[in-house]
C-alpha cells in the first residue's frame, strides 16, 4: 500500500488518488480522470478511468470509462470506449 493510503480509516471510504490525462477526438478535448483506490470493492479492479465528457449525446449519452489492474489498462479501456461513439456537442 502507498503511504497515502494509511490516511484512509476505513475502506466504506473509498479513498484514492487522482491521475489525469488529455486526448483529443477530432477538435474537442477530453480529460481523463484515472482513480487509484487504496481498498476496491473489487480487489483486482485497483483503477478506473472515466472522460468529463459524454459521447452519443444526441441517441444515449455515454461517459466512457474503463475499469483495471493497471492504470494502463484502465487508461486503455476508457480510450477504446471514447472510441466506440461519436461526440455530438
Known sequence: MKDWGFAQTHASQE????HYFSIK???V???I???EYVTP?????HFFAQT???TNQKN???RPCGWGKTILAALSECVKALNKFPYEG
Open 15 to 18: 479513498m484514492a488518488e487522482l
Open 25 to 27: 477526438k477530432g477538435d
Open 29 to 31: 478535448e477530453f480529460i
Open 33 to 35: 480522470t484515472v482513480k
Open 41 to 45: 470493492k473489487e480487489p483486482t479492479m
Open 52 to 54: 468529463d465528457k459524454f
Open 60 to 62: 444515449a449519452p455515454y
